[in-house]
């Protein structure tokens, strides 16, 4: 890329991260804004900004609510400024809703209205627009769901699918390190800044230098890691992936709810079978429409018939 339209991306990427984190937007709403102006009206966000706030209600349809949200931001540009160069000199690339390095997976399952405008990563970007396979499951997945869960991950891995992980310990923590035992690639949804995810950097060097892992965050890229983030990345993961297994899964909690959520739009959830003796709810889960699948992640149609017709008899 020549230096000068280097310099001018760099410049829209301010504007960009002072609009995601500092107005104040949903999400959708941001979205509207963006392809309005650089599709639409076809100005940068540059311009955008420095036009007259009676601009944006009437060109923009924008209420004072909005434009209060739009002041904050472009007061908050000088810190963001300093912020992407602390990003760019530690190796950190932005990607935006609109470049072509953004998964086409993520923007597929999500829709564009919902998608994360901004990501931050760190690693070989090219692994975002790869087969995937998301393995999910509980922080203390029994014995059997972890094994599952590395069986999964090796036939990802040799299928050349990258794995998705969530990096909480039990079934995330173990599919991210079958996938890299058996020379497989993976993807880190961190429930976090992606600043603040120091040690893991120190840990995974070598593989993120190696190009077999992409660290990747939706967040303010400082924020520290707290429940409420790590709810919000779950969509992210179950987005980025094209097929999706879960190991074991309780009635509550992100795996359940993400496997809910995924099978009100239409997807496809694989769900190990349970054993008779095992106290989990993936038999919910198979009820609700996810489809059983054996050790191999292989699916049981018949099993599924039988436990449809089980419970219609009730």
Same mark, same amino acid.
């Given at each position: 890329?020549?230096?000068?339209?280097?310099?001018?991306?760099?410049?829209?990427?301010? $504007?960009?991260?002072?609009?995601?984190?500092?107005?104040?937007?949903?999400?959708?709403?941001?979205?509207?804004?963006?392809? !309005?102006?650089?599709? =639409?009206?076809?100005?940068?966000?540059?311009?955008?900004?420095?036009?007259?706030?009676?601009?944006?209600?009437?060109?923009?349809?924008?209420?004072?609510?909005?434009?209060?949200?739009?002041?904050?931001?472009?007061?908050?540009?000088?810190?963001?400024?300093?912020?992407?160069?602390?990003?760019?000199?530690?190796?950190?690339?932005?990607?935006?809703?609109?470049?072509?390095?953004?998964?086409?997976?993520?923007? =597929?399952?999500?829709?564009?209205?919902?998608?994360?405008?901004?990501? $931050?990563? !760190?690693?070989? !970007?090219?692994?975002?627009?790869?087969?995937?396979?998301?393995? %999910?499951?509980?922080?203390?997945?029994?014995?059997?769901?972890?094994?599952?869960?590395?069986?999964?991950?090796?036939?990802?891995?040799?299928?050349?699918?990258?794995?998705?992980?969530?990096?909480?310990?039990?079934?995330?923590?173990?599919?991210?390190?079958?996938?890299?035992?058996?020379?497989?690639?993976?993807?880190?949804?961190?429930?976090?800044?992606?600043?603040?995810?120091?040690?893991?950097?120190?840990?995974?060097? !070598?593989?993120?230098?190696?190009?077999? %892992?992409?660290?990747?965050?939706?967040?303010?890229?400082?924020?520290?890691?707290?429940?409420?983030?790590?709810?919000?990345?779950?969509?992210?993961? $179950?987005?980025?992936?094209?097929?999706?297994?879960?190991?074991?899964?309780?009635?509550?909690?992100?795996?359940?709810?993400?496997?809910?959520?995924?099978?009100?739009?239409?997807?496809?959830?694989?769900?190990?079978?349970?054993?008779?003796?095992?106290?989990?709810?993936?038999?919910?889960?198979? =009820?609700?429409?996810?489809?059983?699948?054996?050790?191999?992640?292989?699916?049981?149609?018949?099993?599924?018939?039988?436990? =449809?017709?089980?419970?219609?008899?009730?």
């Amino acid at each position: 890329m020549e230096a000068a339209a280097w310099m001018l991306e760099k410049q829209e990427l301010i $504007y960009w991260m002072a609009l995601v984190h500092s107005a104040k937007w949903r999400t959708e709403n941001i979205n509207k804004l963006l392809i !309005k102006i650089l599709h =639409e009206t076809k100005i940068t966000l540059e311009e955008f900004f420095n036009l007259e706030t009676e601009k944006w209600k009437t060109n923009f349809e924008l209420s004072e609510k909005e434009i209060e949200g739009l002041i904050l931001a472009k007061n908050e540009l000088p810190n963001f400024a300093f912020l992407l160069e602390e990003l760019l000199e530690q190796g950190y690339e932005v990607v935006t809703l609109l470049s072509n390095d953004y998964p086409k997976t993520l923007k =597929e399952n999500l829709k564009t209205k919902p998608s994360p405008p901004l990501l $931050y990563v !760190k690693g070989n !970007k090219k692994i975002l627009q790869e087969n995937s396979v998301a393995i %999910v499951g509980s922080r203390n997945a029994s014995k059997i769901s972890l094994d599952f869960t590395g069986k999964i991950a090796k036939l990802a891995s040799q299928n050349f699918e990258v794995v998705v992980s969530g990096f909480a310990k039990g079934v995330d923590k173990q599919a991210l390190d079958s996938a890299l035992f058996y020379t497989g690639k993976s993807i880190i949804v961190l429930p976090q800044g992606i600043m603040t995810f120091v040690s893991g950097f120190k840990t995974y060097y !070598k593989q993120i230098l190696q190009g077999d %892992v992409l660290v990747f965050s939706t967040f303010f890229p400082k924020a520290p890691w707290n429940a409420q983030l790590a709810m919000a990345r779950n969509p992210i993961i $179950y987005g980025l992936a094209r097929k999706i297994f879960v190991a074991e899964a309780n009635e509550k909690g992100g795996t359940w709810f993400g496997a809910i959520d995924g099978l009100k739009k239409g997807r496809e959830i694989f769900v190990r079978n349970p054993e008779p003796d095992e106290k989990n709810a993936n038999n919910l889960l198979i =009820e609700k429409g996810a489809v059983p699948v054996d050790f191999l992640g292989n699916p049981l149609e018949k099993e599924r018939k039988n436990f =449809e017709l089980q419970t219609s008899l009730f």
